[in-house]
């Protein structure tokens, strides 16, 4: 961030007791930022209590709580549900579907009924990786095109309703966000009990790409695309520099854990354990961000064993 451009502002987060939204609201809080945290949680994760945040309780599919948003400068939609936490059946889909594309339509549709002055000026919409499709050999970055499976097509519709509000307000940013690596949630908490008993293994073939962010990556660049005008207008890919796949992955993580990974987990059970949703984990996409990222935002992990070690080390 720049030193002269030490503005403070008034943002409204929603999905902003997740994993992200809580690393990024602790980030901004820090820095004398203030604002409103929309969640369905009827109080805030320690790290955002007694902070300049205060907690506005609300489902993001039902409008009601859109007129609070009035009086922020930027909105940041993180609310999404979870991806991989159940088992994907036709409720679970619809959940993955409403909570982000009706969430951005309701943000959309409040702004552009206020008059022009009173609008906010920024919204930082997070989309996903997924907006490309999956594939063992091809390589995307944002100037790829969208891919045509059931990911794929709620990335293009979640983004599409942030768009409505381009030219409407002075910028929406899309941030395409990898796999975030994180012990406090997301994948790496889900595999570590398995690694612990010494079950730990490749997902399926093991060939296929993962695209990740190490969580202090990811907080520091939505962070700078909160307060440093750099971070234009557009659609950027927040994903290390270097994917790996995840057989790679694996062998980084059982280094690190000190345990072994000698049972490669079958795709048949991934398909019992999450359904559809196994799809994705066992095809992977390769996806880096543009040279224009890379240049603007200095990744501090941006190898996967140097992340892993600072994960383990500081269990963040």
Same mark, same amino acid.
């Given at each position: 961030?720049?030193?002269?451009?030490?503005?403070?502002?008034?943002?409204?987060?929603?999905?902003?007791?997740?994993?992200?939204?809580?690393?990024?609201?602790? @980030? $901004?809080?820090? %820095?004398?930022?203030?604002? !409103? =945290?929309?969640?369905?949680?009827?109080? &805030?994760?320690?790290?955002?209590?007694?902070?300049?945040?205060?907690?506005?309780?609300?489902?993001?599919?039902?409008?009601?709580?859109?007129?609070?948003?009035?009086?922020?400068?930027?909105?940041?939609?993180?609310?999404?549900?979870?991806?991989?936490?159940?088992?994907?059946?036709?409720?679970?889909?619809?959940?993955?579907?409403?909570?982000?594309?009706?969430?951005?339509?309701?943000?959309?549709?409040?702004?552009?009924?206020?008059?022009?002055?009173?609008?906010?000026?920024?919204?930082?919409?997070?989309?996903?990786?997924?907006?490309?499709?999956?594939?063992?050999?091809?390589?995307?970055?944002?100037?790829?095109?969208?891919?045509?499976?059931?990911?794929?097509?709620?990335?293009?519709?979640?983004?599409?309703?942030?768009? @409505? $509000?381009?030219? %409407?307000?002075?910028?929406? !940013? =899309?941030?395409?966000?990898?796999?975030? &690596?994180?012990?406090?949630?997301?994948?790496?908490?889900?595999?570590?009990?398995?690694?612990?008993?010494?079950?730990?293994?490749?997902?399926?073939?093991?060939?296929?790409?993962?695209?990740?962010?190490?969580?202090?990556?990811?907080?520091?660049?939505?962070?700078?695309?909160?307060?440093?005008?750099?971070?234009?207008?557009?659609?950027?890919?927040?994903?290390?520099?270097?994917?790996?796949?995840?057989?790679?992955?694996?062998?980084?993580?059982?280094?690190?854990?000190?345990?072994?990974?000698?049972?490669?987990?079958?795709?048949?059970?991934?398909?019992?354990?999450?359904?559809?949703?196994?799809?994705?984990?066992?095809?992977?996409?390769?996806?880096?961000?543009?040279?224009?990222?890379?240049?603007?935002?200095?990744?501090?992990?941006?190898?996967?064993?140097?992340?892993?070690?600072?994960?383990?080390?500081?269990?963040?």
């Amino acid at each position: 961030m720049n030193h002269h451009d030490q503005k403070t502002y008034h943002h409204f987060i929603t999905g902003g007791s997740g994993l992200i939204g809580t690393s990024l609201v602790q @980030r $901004l809080a820090e %820095a004398g930022h203030s604002g !409103t =945290i929309l969640s369905r949680k009827s109080s &805030l994760p320690p790290s955002s209590q007694n902070t300049s945040f205060s907690l506005l309780q609300g489902d993001i599919r039902d409008a009601s709580w859109c007129k609070h948003i009035k009086g922020h400068h930027t909105i940041i939609n993180l609310a999404g549900f979870p991806l991989f936490q159940h088992r994907w059946n036709a409720k679970t889909k619809q959940l993955i579907q409403s909570s982000r594309i009706q969430g951005s339509h309701n943000i959309a549709d409040y702004v552009l009924s206020q008059p022009p002055s009173e609008r906010c000026k920024h919204l930082i919409q997070a989309s996903a990786v997924g907006y490309y499709g999956t594939s063992l050999t091809e390589k995307f970055d944002e100037s790829s095109p969208a891919g045509h499976d059931y990911l794929a097509d709620v990335a293009q519709k979640w983004e599409q309703q942030a768009l @409505r $509000l381009k030219g %409407a307000i002075d910028k929406v !940013t =899309i941030m395409r966000i990898g796999i975030v &690596l994180s012990t406090r949630g997301g994948m790496i908490k889900k595999v570590l009990p398995i690694f612990q008993k010494g079950l730990g293994g490749r997902l399926g073939s093991g060939k296929q790409w993962v695209s990740w962010i190490h969580i202090h990556d990811l907080t520091a660049a939505l962070y700078q695309a909160c307060t440093d005008s750099h971070w234009q207008e557009g659609v950027y890919n927040l994903t290390s520099p270097h994917p790996v796949t995840n057989s790679q992955l694996t062998k980084a993580l059982s280094k690190h854990l000190k345990l072994p990974a000698f049972f490669p987990v079958a795709k048949t059970f991934l398909k019992a354990v999450l359904g559809e949703g196994a799809n994705y984990i066992t095809q992977g996409q390769y996806v880096i961000a543009s040279k224009d990222v890379q240049q603007k935002f200095h990744y501090q992990y941006p190898h996967i064993d140097e992340a892993l070690a600072h994960l383990i080390k500081t269990k963040n």
